[in-house]
């Protein structure tokens, strides 16, 4: 129960600060729509196509390289491999069927008369890409049917698959109105830090203490609450990015939202670490909020859109969480690629236990002094 009361009494002293309140709803409204409209002209607006993985099963009746169906799998290697797809074949369709279930590949099975796609339901995007082309290639060759499958739903059939048009790449507005999302979770470690500064001078601290809450219970509870009130904050701004920038966030909010609040603990820690680090506020604001955080939000992309290709940069910048989270976010809304959703969320969720950890021990030694 005193968890639960340090907790609410908590949030109720970050909700009335105003002057951090308002900060945390008008900088990234006011930086998305700036970065949005100075910046409209810097990014494409057509579609990257994600180079994947497509395997395939040969389960012709013929050998004939002159059937329609290997006149249509010839005429689809050669286009595929001047789009960056990588083709593999494979023995079995249980082979494919297993593989495919990874979401990192696209299995196709020849059968005499209709090739069968399957696909995971977190790659339908590239997967259809893929039945485009061979819907277009199998016009030339009047191919009867391809159809197109999903691996959960095998036993019900497939559907027919039709033309596919290729949506847009990302805008300026989708780029800023997520990325400043991401800058302003991690300024979120803010309501850690100054909370841990603030109770010393209220003693707030020292009461917590002597009504027998444990200092590693009293570091969570700031944990917890830190963790609330910058989602409560963001909540404004992520509306605004997506009902008035119309930023496209895509479809799985699950997803993204998992990758968001990984990020805030890992912000949320971060901060509390630095409340424990400095004894004097002022040399702990100016490292958290002039240094680390700039530093990261760069490197993740924050300010300007960073390309990859340099092999030096590219290490540097994975050093900053938000560089995988945003990455992340940007790749599931607008090319359904979940290949770096565990890693963003690990890498986030390690540096936060760890911070944590940190603060434990930085706590218990000055208690056994």
């Known amino acids: 129960?005193?968890?639960?009361?340090?907790?609410?009494?908590?949030?109720?002293?970050?909700?009335?600060?105003?002057?951090?309140?308002?900060?945390?709803?008008i900088f990234p409204i006011l930086f998305m729509t700036t970065l949005g409209i100075t910046l409209s002209g810097a990014f494409s607006s057509s579609y990257e196509f994600k180079p994947k993985t497509v395997i395939y099963v040969n389960n012709l009746s013929t050998t004939?390289?002159?059937?329609?169906?290997?006149?249509?799998?010839?005429?689809?290697?050669?286009?595929?491999?001047?789009?960056?797809?990588?083709?593999?074949?494979?023995?079995?369709?249980?082979?494919?069927q297993k593989e495919v279930q990874t979401a990192n590949s696209i299995f196709l099975e020849l059968r005499d008369k209709n090739i069968i796609v399957y696909k995971n339901s977190k790659n339908k995007y590239s997967t259809n890409i893929v039945i485009s082309m061979l819907t277009s290639i199998s016009k030339k060759v009047t191919l009867k049917s391809i159809t197109n499958g999903n691996i959960e739903t095998l036993e019900e059939g497939f559907t027919t698959a039709t033309e596919f048009q290729p949506k847009k790449?990302?805008?300026?507005?989708?780029?800023?109105?997520?990325?400043?999302?991401?800058?302003?979770?991690?300024?979120?470690?803010?309501?850690?830090?100054?909370?841990?500064?603030?109770?010393?001078?209220n003693k707030i601290e020292a009461r917590c203490?002597?009504?027998?809450?444990?200092?590693?219970?009293?570091?969570?509870?700031?944990?917890?609450?830190?963790?609330?009130?910058?989602?409560?904050?963001?909540?404004?701004a992520m509306l605004y990015s997506i009902f008035v920038l119309k930023a496209n966030w895509g479809e799985d909010y699950f997803s993204v939202i998992t990758l968001l609040l990984s990020l805030n603990f890992f912000?949320?820690?971060?901060?509390?670490?630095?409340?424990?680090?400095f004894?004097?506020?002022?040399?702990?604001?100016?490292?958290l909020n002039t240094l680390i955080i700039p530093v990261m939000t760069f490197l993740g992309g924050g300010y300007i859109y960073l390309e990859d290709g340099n092999k030096l940069l590219d290490i540097v910048r994975y050093i900053s969480p938000l560089t995988l989270i945003n990455k992340s976010i940007l790749s599931i809304a607008f090319y359904?690629?979940?290949?770096k959703f565990y890693i963003s969320i690990l890498y986030s969720v390690t540096l936060g236990i760890l911070f944590l950890a940190f603060t434990f021990c930085i706590s218990n030694k000055k208690e056994a002094y």
């Open 336 to 339: 359904e690629d979940y290949s």
């Open 267 to 277: 912000g949320t820690t971060l901060g509390i670490l630095f409340g424990y680090i």
């Open 169 to 201: 790449g990302f805008t300026s507005y989708d780029y800023y109105g997520i990325v400043e999302i991401t800058m302003m979770v991690l300024y979120g470690s803010g309501y850690g830090f100054y909370t841990i500064y603030n109770n010393r001078r």
């Open 209 to 236: 203490f002597q009504g027998n809450l444990s200092k590693n219970s009293y570091i969570i509870t700031k944990v917890t609450s830190t963790f609330i009130v910058t989602v409560i904050s963001l909540i404004p």
């Open 64 to 96: 004939s390289d002159y059937s329609e169906e290997k006149l249509i799998l010839n005429n689809f290697l050669e286009l595929g491999k001047k789009n960056n797809i990588t083709f593999k074949e494979i023995s079995s369709v249980e082979e494919g």
């Open 279 to 287: 004894k004097e506020e002022k040399h702990g604001s100016f490292f």
């Open 1 to 25: 129960m005193k968890f639960l009361n340090v907790v609410y009494y908590d949030i109720l002293d970050l909700l009335r600060d105003k002057t951090s309140m308002l900060s945390m709803i």
